[in-house]
Protein backbone atom coordinates (compact mmCIF):
# COMPACT_ATOMS: atom_id res chain seq x y z
CA UNK A 1 0.00 0.00 0.00
CA UNK A 2 1.72 3.48 -0.54
CA UNK A 3 1.39 6.08 2.43
CA UNK A 4 -1.02 9.05 1.94
CA UNK A 5 0.93 12.35 2.19
CA UNK A 6 -0.66 14.99 4.86
CA UNK A 7 -2.73 17.80 3.19
CA UNK A 8 -0.70 20.81 2.50
CA UNK A 9 -2.10 24.08 1.74
CA UNK A 10 -1.05 24.85 -1.47
CA UNK A 11 -3.01 21.39 -2.48
CA UNK A 12 -6.22 22.38 -0.02
CA UNK A 13 -5.78 25.44 -2.33
CA UNK A 14 -5.39 24.22 -5.49
CA UNK A 15 -7.98 21.56 -5.28
CA UNK A 16 -10.63 24.33 -4.40
CA UNK A 17 -9.94 26.14 -7.02
CA UNK A 18 -10.18 23.34 -9.58
CA UNK A 19 -13.76 22.11 -7.70
CA UNK A 20 -14.90 26.23 -8.24
CA UNK A 21 -13.54 26.16 -12.31
CA UNK A 22 -15.47 22.60 -12.21
CA UNK A 23 -18.67 24.04 -10.68
CA UNK A 24 -18.38 27.12 -12.94
CA UNK A 25 -18.49 24.77 -16.28
CA UNK A 26 -20.82 22.73 -15.07
CA UNK A 27 -23.18 25.57 -14.21
CA UNK A 28 -22.50 27.37 -18.13
CA UNK A 29 -23.13 23.96 -19.79
CA UNK A 30 -26.25 23.90 -17.69
CA UNK A 31 -27.38 27.18 -18.53
CA UNK A 32 -26.85 26.63 -22.54
CA UNK A 33 -28.70 23.60 -21.93
CA UNK A 34 -32.28 25.66 -20.90
CA UNK A 35 -31.38 28.49 -23.47
CA UNK A 36 -31.71 25.65 -26.21
CA UNK A 37 -34.75 24.37 -24.61
CA UNK A 38 -36.11 27.89 -24.75
CA UNK A 39 -35.41 28.83 -27.59
CA UNK A 40 -37.60 31.24 -29.79
CA UNK A 41 -39.90 29.67 -31.93
CA UNK A 42 -43.37 30.52 -33.35
CA UNK A 43 -46.39 28.59 -32.47
CA UNK A 44 -49.73 28.33 -34.01
CA UNK A 45 -52.67 29.45 -32.58
CA UNK A 46 -54.08 25.87 -31.30
CA UNK A 47 -50.09 25.59 -29.41
CA UNK A 48 -50.35 29.25 -27.79
CA UNK A 49 -54.07 28.33 -27.02
CA UNK A 50 -52.52 25.31 -25.05
CA UNK A 51 -49.37 27.17 -23.59
CA UNK A 52 -52.07 30.15 -22.19
CA UNK A 53 -54.85 27.64 -20.93
CA UNK A 54 -57.10 29.58 -23.08
CA UNK A 55 -59.34 29.19 -26.07
CA UNK A 56 -58.71 29.73 -29.75
CA UNK A 57 -61.62 32.29 -29.57
CA UNK A 58 -60.05 34.11 -26.59
CA UNK A 59 -56.42 34.37 -28.49
CA UNK A 60 -58.11 36.04 -31.84
CA UNK A 61 -60.22 38.53 -29.85
CA UNK A 62 -57.01 39.87 -27.60
CA UNK A 63 -54.07 39.25 -30.16
CA UNK A 64 -53.97 43.03 -30.63
CA UNK A 65 -53.14 43.32 -26.95
CA UNK A 66 -50.49 40.79 -27.04
CA UNK A 67 -47.43 41.71 -26.68
CA UNK A 68 -46.04 38.46 -28.14
CA UNK A 69 -48.20 38.22 -31.15
CA UNK A 70 -46.72 37.99 -34.46
CA UNK A 71 -48.86 38.76 -37.86
CA UNK A 72 -47.82 37.16 -40.95
CA UNK A 73 -49.96 38.06 -44.01
CA UNK A 74 -53.61 39.23 -43.46
CA UNK A 75 -55.20 36.01 -42.23
CA UNK A 76 -51.99 33.96 -40.41
CA UNK A 77 -51.41 34.67 -36.42
CA UNK A 78 -48.49 33.35 -34.69
CA UNK A 79 -47.43 33.52 -31.38
CA UNK A 80 -43.48 33.93 -29.89
CA UNK A 81 -42.62 31.30 -27.20
CA UNK A 82 -40.43 33.24 -25.31
CA UNK A 83 -42.52 36.10 -25.60
CA UNK A 84 -45.31 34.32 -23.88
CA UNK A 85 -42.86 32.89 -21.28
CA UNK A 86 -41.83 36.44 -20.28
CA UNK A 87 -45.41 37.62 -20.24
CA UNK A 88 -46.74 34.57 -17.92
CA UNK A 89 -43.97 36.06 -15.91
CA UNK A 90 -44.87 39.45 -15.53
CA UNK A 91 -48.29 38.57 -14.75
CA UNK A 92 -47.46 36.02 -11.52
CA UNK A 93 -48.35 37.80 -8.56
Given amino acids: MTEQKPPTILGDALRAELKA ?23 DINEAAKVLSMTTDWLYRSHRKLPF ?25
Fill in 21 to 43: IIKEVVREALDEDANRRFEERLL
Fill in 69 to 93: TRKLGNKSLRFSYKGMLKWIESRKY
